[in-house]
Each structure stands twice: as structure tokens, then as C-alpha cells.
């Protein structure tokens, strides 16, 4: 027994010394610095991801959707049926200037027509 706890106490002393090791000073920036960067990045994202939602509850606002044709399960669907209807929108719209910017120019100048 006695050879036993000799080696069994060598072994709880190198134990002990493992557990009680810190680690280095560099290692615990290097880690303090990359949970930073994690952490902005993440507030990036979700910065990102707030926008984007402002900008499209604005457009929302801005343009009428049309009537649903039945039920649009995923956001994805629903994300890109808006962007379809404002792009139609957005040239109706410019079709709408152009015509009146033509009778302006028409009823300002009755001989060119």
C-alpha cells in the first residue's frame, strides 16, 4: 500500500496544479476580444435586421396591398409579394408623371400640338 500512496499523491498534487492554473494573460484578452467582436456583430445583425423591418412596415404603409388570394404561410412569400406589388406600383406611379408632365407641357405650348 505504501507504494500506492506515494503514486496517488503525486498524482492529486498534479491534479491540483492543473485546476489551479490560470490562463495567461494574452489568452484572456485574445478571448475578452473575440466575445467583443461576437457581441457587436450580433448588435450589427440585429441592428440590421431592425431596419430593414422599419423600412419595410414603411413601404407597408405606403402601399396598398392588394387583396390576399388565399393564405401565405411563410414571411419569405409575403416579403417578396410586396416587393412585386411596389415595384407595379412604383411604375404605375411613374407612368401617372409622365402622362401629366405631357399634358402640362401640352397645355403650355398648344402649338407644338
Known sequence: ???HSCCDGAAARARRRVKQRRPSSSLMKARKQRNAVAAAAAG???ARRVA???KMESLRRLVVPPP???SLDTSGERLE???LHAAGYIMRLQMQVRVMQVMVH???NPEDY
Open 1 to 3: 500500500m505504501a507504494a
Open 44 to 46: 450589427k445583425a440585429g
Open 52 to 54: 430593414i423591418r422599419r
Open 68 to 70: 390576399v388570394c388565399g
Open 81 to 83: 409579394e410586396l416587393l
Open 106 to 108: 401640352a397645355l403650355n
